[in-house]
């Protein structure tokens, strides 16, 4: 079992905050867009009365509270559902307000913001808000084609990017501009999920990754591992586990993305030991 295996801090801590409420004083309250992307927690919340509501589906007379989730939102549309009446409820990660807060800092202070992410990202659509009119986003993994930018220019970095993407971003913009101010706003827990599956991959026979399936990190923990050329499985919960899967394997690795909670990962591991193994500690 991957010790970083599950919930973020970001994500346990939106989570807390909204089942916490879940069981104070649910009536009237909703997540903008799913609070994570884990149908079986969603599902949970359905059960509890929390619903994800997509921003033109917001009835002023029906929502006393609406929750934030961890990749943020863009500053407009805070200022808007602030100013509506109902309680809004802030569960963006506090990494990622660190990094809005500095793309809004450089563009006050005359830099051009270069945003390093994807482009669809919510994530990333919330910096762009803060980075000002000539802010522009640079996708990782295309070639870098960058023209026309002025003389200062900022970099903030959508959080779950690799560290390559800023060292190649980085190397081509010190070529073409006088002054550059990095903000490394990349979040350690992804790189050293990745590092810690990737060290497993090379102990194991067959790698279990648990996580939604709509979930880009889980996807990306599947696809890391398949490259490694080890037997993966992405599965959702222990329903979709194959007795088949683990013939002939001696050691058999789990691990799951940053929106998995605990008790589907637990739920896992039973499961396989049922199947055939037994943990190294023996229980
Ligand atoms: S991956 Fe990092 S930045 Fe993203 S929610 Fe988790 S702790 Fe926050």
């Given at each position: ?11 346990k801590r ?15 309250v ?11 927690v ?38 808007n ?30 830099y ?61 913009v ?83 993305g ?26």
């Amino acid at each position: 079992m991957a010790k970083r295996a599950g919930f973020c801090f970001g994500v346990k801590r939106a989570i807390d905050i909204t089942f916490d409420i879940a069981e104070k004083d649910k009536e009237g309250v909703f997540t903008l867009g799913p609070i994570i992307h884990n149908p079986q927690v969603i599902g949970r919340l359905k059960k509890e009365g929390i619903l994800p509501l997509d921003v033109g589906d917001i009835d002023d007379s029906k929502v006393r509270a609406l929750i934030i989730r961890t990749h943020g939102i863009p500053c407009d549309l805070y200022d808007n559902i602030s100013s509506r009446g109902f309680r809004v409820i802030d569960a963006t990660c506090p990494f990622v307000k660190k990094a809005q807060e500095y793309a809004r800092l450089l563009a006050e202070n005359g830099y051009q913001v270069i945003i390093l992410g994807e482009k669809e990202h919510p994530e990333v659509k919330g910096l762009v808000s803060y980075a000002g009119s000539d802010a522009i986003v640079v996708d990782g993994d295309v070639p870098l084609k960058l023209k026309g930018l002025k003389s200062k220019v900022g970099i903030v970095v959508q959080t779950t990017q690799p560290v390559d993407a800023l060292k190649r971003l980085l190397s081509t913009v010190i070529e073409k501009v006088k002054e550059v101010k990095v903000y490394n706003t990349i979040c350690s827990s992804t790189a050293l999920r990745l590092k810690e599956t990737q060290q497993m991959c090379g102990r194991v026979d067959v790698m279990v990754v648990v996580g939604g399936k709509n979930s880009a990190n889980t996807t990306q923990l599947a696809n890391l591992c398949a490259s490694l050329n080890v037997r993966t499985y992405h599965i959702e919960t222990a329903d979709g586990l194959d007795d088949s899967w683990f013939e002939g394997a001696g050691r058999v690795g789990i691990t799951a993305g940053a929106s998995t909670p605990d008790w589907i990962i637990r739920d896992v591991e039973k499961r396989i030991q049922d199947i055939g193994g037994k943990s190294p500690n023996g229980k």
